[in-house]
């Protein structure tokens, strides 16, 4: 299953990826969970998210900015 979703910014100029209610649902995420990117992007341009574990994002918030 596969979803497409717009980039949108908010007031900041940050930018936003709203993922939809029923992949939330599906995954059992909400409001303070986070997604594991590792940088890796297809040929076609699809990037793939893995829910974090608790550990994964401990030590390196700031690594990747």
Not at 3 to 14: A, F, P, R
Not at 22 to 39: E, T
Not at 45 to 59: D, F, I, M, N, Y
């Amino acid at each position: 299953m596969s979803w497409t979703v717009k980039i949108e910014q908010d007031e900041n100029g940050n930018f936003v990826v709203p993922l939809p209610d029923d992949l939330l649902a599906q995954l059992k995420m909400g409001i303070g969970d986070s997604f594991f990117w590792d940088g890796s992007v297809s040929a076609t341009g699809e990037v793939l998210l893995t829910k974090a574990s608790q550990t994964a994002g401990r030590g390196d918030e700031g690594e990747h900015e």
